[in-house]
């Protein structure tokens, strides 16, 4: 079972890598819609330090939305998302690997990156820490919460539009504590409790989300 | 007595009780809410602090309560239709979900309504009605996806999964909102505390979650006839009310 | 694979089908043993594949059940679908992989993962040598059809063999060793349901037919 697990992060990996393109899109895109903000809100220091982790964590948010399109899409219309469904490993665990892939393709440049646009915005240096931190925590989520919407509009029209609406109430959460982490260490209370609580939501996520998306897939392949 | 829980199970059944029971609870609905309004408006105190705009919270605070409410059960026969295959469960979660939308929408608007005399603006990022608003998308969101998929069947089944998904995350949203409000705490805002309650207050806000709770299981089930008539229409019962009652 | 004709069954018990506002077929009922070939014919439209699907089990029939070896496929899931292979309409291949990585994820997904050694042998047997690096991009239409067939030749130890048109798109001389690794299979004991248009020359112990919208 792991042989299978481990070929189906292979794969998605080695489609990516031949598929570059789409990857270097969504963090291109990341990074220009945190640039568009100083031009947007001006370029006064103080500002911008302030809502800098709010920024970054929409801009992820969006970034993450955008790359959805890639987790089910494609191995849908080919059809070997059937083949998947009709293997040997249970389709959970199958699930719980792409969106492993996933993110390791779409979310975790996003982590890599937020250090070197989080000084843009002039956050302090000990500040970086907990933005990272809190990257690496809540990306997955965000992943594996956006994967139960990809599985249940697979193949709509206009699935993209209906996929925003249906994710963003449940990414708000992830929101409000991701960027309420690195408020809090600036205000000196430490990001701690909200690290904790990101990590107490990743393990929950991944417990329930693959399962929630396997269910959808078996419905919308019917 | 033993009840026959499955008699009203399909909809040839149900749907002639679905009509009498709209019914009586329609004009249920009608005396709470002429009674609630009317101790609402009329009978119960001005308040010492916000004045006469504080009555808003007589319809305010019951169409938030419903809205919570025929979330929860509309995620609840969604769940059912889900687990036992059954059609009828299916179409109630479909019904339900307008009314709720309608409702959340209410509670927004008149939330809003209070904004304006108390606080000087017409939207605030307190915590309830910040809520209220991504609640109002989760309903929004569950119409859209019932109709972008043609199928019924699938589109019960997605709705299903999207509704309990969201049932899950609706006090995790509801939390989240409200520390992220008290932490960024500006003016005191309070919109959940109700002026200290005088005994008719608390009736009036009583009578009229009753109201509304009586004109949502009306609306819904004549919403649930419709959606009946409209996905059975190729069987005989159908086809034979459209000829009688046309 | 062990010689289990005894309890190998595929069943469908009194299935009923409605897509959409149409309904496809019902009360349908059959039993499938080992060794024996299960044709489904029907005009364009008349829900072979849909009943396929079903007994795959990606879809859910409006009523009745499938039955293998008795239990339920609900409720056996990966067991079942262990001892199953299903080859649909579509190719299921990804264009950016090549032909030998195609067959190495579908065989390592089924659960019984082959060497690269194996999986030159399946592809020259149908006809594709030398295709192995290839990205799958580059093949032809009945190439890739090929591919898929591909896994058939690897999967003598599935008792369920399920193909949608599986000659659709070939050539004679790889309809030819498609039909021989159907025989084959049939003579180790296996089922196969195929659905087809051609009148195929496959020897078994018992084929059935049904026809779909001939009532």
Not at chain 1, 81 to 110: D, R, Y
Not at chain 2, 82 to 104: D, K
Not at chain 3, 134 to 150: E, H, I, M
Request: net charge positive; charged share 15%.
């Amino acid at each position: 079972m792991l042989a299978a697990l481990r070929c189906v992060i292979a794969r998605d990996l080695r489609l990516a890598a031949r598929r570059s393109s789409d990857v270097l899109t969504v963090v291109l895109f990341f990074v220009i819609v945190v640039s568009l903000f100083p031009l947007g809100i001006g370029p006064e220091p103080q500002l911008l330090r302030t809502v800098a982790p709010g920024v970054l964590w929409v801009a992820a948010l969006l970034a993450s939305m955008l790359a959805l399109g890639r987790v089910f899409a494609a191995d849908h219309a080919d059809g070997t998302l059937e083949q998947m469904m009709l293997g040997a490993t249970p389709l959970g665990l199958v699930v719980a690997a792409k969106i492993f892939a996933h993110w390791l393709v779409s979310g975790l440049p996003l982590v890599l990156i937020s250090p070197v646009l989080a000084l843009q915005f002039d956050v302090p240096r000990e500040l970086l820490g907990v933005v990272v931190l809190s990257f690496a925590l809540g990306t997955p989520v965000l992943s594996l919460i956006g994967a139960i919407g990809a599985a249940l509009t697979l193949g709509l029209r206009g699935a993209g539009a209906l996929l925003s609406l249906l994710v963003l109430p449940l990414y708000v959460p992830v929101l409000i504590i991701g960027a309420g982490a690195a408020e809090a260490a600036a205000s000196g209370l430490g990001g701690n409790a909200q690290l904790l609580l990101l990590g107490a939501l990743l393990i929950f996520a991944g417990a329930f989300a693959p399962w929630a998306a396997a269910v959808a897939l078996r419905i919308s392949v019917e | 007595m033993s009840i026959n829980w499955f008699k009203y199970s399909s909809p040839q059944t149900f749907f002639p009780l679905a009509g009498k029971l709209a019914l009586g609870f329609g004009t249920l609905a009608l005396v709470a809410c002429a009674v609630g309004l009317y101790l609402g408006f009329f009978v119960a105190p001005t308040d010492a602090q916000q004045g006469e705009s504080y009555r808003i919270i007589f319809i305010h605070v019951p169409a938030a309560w419903m809205s919570m409410f025929l979330y929860v059960v509309m995620a609840f026969w969604a769940g059912m239709g889900l687990a036992f295959n059954t059609r009828l469960s299916g179409m109630m979660a479909s019904a339900i979900a307008p009314t709720g939308a309608l409702f959340t929408f209410i509670a927004l608007w008149t939330g809003s309504f209070w904004g304006k005399p108390t606080w000087g603006t017409w939207w605030v990022w307190d915590a309830r009605l910040t809520s209220e608003l991504i609640l109002l998308f989760l309903y929004f969101g569950f119409m859209a996806l019932q109709a972008a998929i043609d199928d019924p069947r699938r589109a019960d089944k997605a709705g299903a999964v999207l509704a309990l998904v969201g049932v899950v995350n609706v006090p995790i949203i509801y939390f989240s909102v409200k520390w992220w409000n008290t932490l960024h705490q500006g003016a005191s805002v309070n919109l959940t505390k109700a002026p200290s309650m005088a005994a008719t207050m608390l009736a009036g806000m009583l009578i009229m979650a009753f109201g509304f709770w009586f004109y949502s299981i009306a609306a819904v089930l004549l919403r649930a006839r419709c959606i009946m008539l409209e996905r059975e229409r190729a069987s005989d019962w159908a086809a034979q009310y459209a000829r009688t009652a046309a | 694979m062990e010689k289990k004709t005894g309890t190998l069954s595929l069943e469908a018990v009194d299935l009923h089908c409605v897509r959409g506002e149409r309904k496809l077929f019902g009360a349908l009922t059959f039993t499938l043993r080992g060794g024996e070939l299960l044709r489904i014919g029907g005009a364009n439209g008349s829900g072979k594949t849909s009943l396929l699907r079903i007994a795959c089990g990606l879809l859910e029939p409006t009523r009745g059940e499938v039955r293998w070896a008795g239990e339920n496929i609900r409720r056996l899931q990966e067991e079942f679908w262990r001892q199953l292979v299903y080859v649909g309409h579509a190719n299921a291949i990804k264009d950016d992989l090549t032909t030998g990585e195609n067959l190495h994820v579908a065989c390592t997904l089924a659960g019984v993962p082959r060497r690269p050694a194996q999986i030159g042998e399946a592809l020259r047997r149908l006809g594709l040598a030398g295709c192995e690096n290839l990205p799958a991009r580059v093949l032809s239409q009945g190439q890739r059809r090929r591919t898929a067939l591909a896994r058939l030749a690897l999967s003598e130890g599935m008792p369920l063999w399920i193909l949608d048109e599986p000659f659709a798109a070939l050539d004679a001389a790889a309809v030819d060793c498609v039909q021989n690794l159907i025989a084959e299979h049939l003579a180790r004991g296996a089922a196969v349901v195929l659905t087809t248009h051609l009148e195929t020359r496959i020897t078994a112990a018992t084929t059935r037919r049904i026809d779909l919208g001939a009532s």
